[in-house]
């Protein structure tokens, strides 16, 4: 049905439907990635919890030798491989959906001034996302994957350090 076809008073407005739609949308699509900000928040507790686990037993047990550190170190880095990739491809969902939830705005927003304010027919120039808040966000992303890596090698080496400098200290003792 046209405009020309609509009874007077009608406000009936063709945007709405899709505003609607985009509305609902960003919705889901917050609700997607404040769950995948939990998932990578999860990831990243259970590994801390599991290092911790591994370093613990490292400098509690007494039955192993210097010339095993490798078991606790690949077990740690079968741990930290598995979870950086996970944690990895968590962040970049993450950052995908932003990106999308951003342009839906964004659009959004265009959509209702257009719908309010300008007659059918005028063309609004529509608005990008802004480049620094999706740049800053890859930053901060990247650099929490950085530490987390960082923090995988400080234990991995803590691994070695606590069997074996541990070991040769209490020998000098005795």
Not at 61 to 72: G, L, T
Not at 130 to 151: E, Q, T
Request: with cysteine; net charge positive.
């Amino acid at each position: 049905m046209s405009s020309r076809d609509q009874p007077p008073g009608n406000d009936y407005n063709p945007d709405q439907s899709e505003i609607e739609k985009l509305t609902k949308i960003n919705e889901k699509q917050e609700k997607r990635i404040r769950a995948l900000e939990a998932k990578a928040l999860q990831l990243t507790n259970l590994y801390f919890v599991f290092q911790g686990v591994i370093l613990s037993t490292c400098a509690s047990a007494r039955s192993i030798k210097c010339h095993h550190w490798w078991i606790p170190f690949v077990l740690s880095l079968l741990a930290a491989i598995l979870n950086l990739f996970a944690f990895y491809f968590t962040v970049e969902k993450i950052l995908s959906c932003r990106e999308h939830f951003d342009q839906n705005t964004v659009h959004l927003g265009d959509l209702k001034a257009r719908s309010e304010q300008n007659p059918p027919g005028d063309s609004l120039r529509p608005e990008s996302p802004d480049p620094c808040k999706k740049r800053w966000r890859r930053v901060l992303a990247y650099a929490s994957i950085g530490l987390s890596l960082g923090f995988s090698g400080v234990v991995l080496y803590g691994c070695h350090a606590i069997l074996c400098y541990k070991r040769s200290n209490e020998n000098d003792q005795c």
